[in-house]
Nanobody, 123 residues
Framework: QVQVVESGGGLVQAGASLRLSCAASGRTARSYYTGWFRQAPGKEREFVAG????????VIANSVTGRFTISKDNAKNTVHLQMSSLKPEDTAVYYCAATYWIGDSRPFKFDYWGQGTQVIVSS
């Protein structure tokens, strides 16, 4: 299994930047795909970004394209979500998720989830 832990959330003003990190542990020697999701109060969870094991395949949701980027440090088993030009509508709990997966395409489901980190963007 892979365990993932998020960090980096907080309270920021609109227009600010924030970097979330997802640290993986456990059986990280196997190829796994990492994704970021978010859930705002009263809304369904939505996919934000994902990155393949090799880092060659990345996906960014249309709602955050141009403002969010995803990257990974394989040496540290860590995936980062860099968020810029934050808006109040980005306020949500952000979750990191992982699943064993080969290839650069985004998997259909994720098996391992973190506890989430809160991001609040004030106007």
């Amino acid at each position: 299994q892979v365990q993932v832990v998020e960090s980096g959330g907080g309270l920021v003003q609109a227009g600010a930047s924030l970097r979330l990190s997802c640290a993986a542990s456990g059986r990280t020697a196997r190829s796994y795909y990492t994704g970021w999701f978010r859930q705002a109060p009263g809304k369904e969870r939505e996919f934000v970004a994902g990155i393949s094991w090799s880092g060659g395949g990345t996906v960014i949701a249309n709602s955050v394209t141009g403002r969010f980027t995803i990257s990974k440090d394989n040496a540290k088993n860590t995936v980062h979500l860099q968020m810029s030009s934050l808006k109040p509508e980005d306020t949500a709990v952000y979750y990191c998720a992982a699943t064993y997966w080969i290839g650069d395409s985004r998997p259909f489901k994720f098996d391992y989830w973190g506890q989430g980190t809160q991001v609040i963007v004030s106007s």
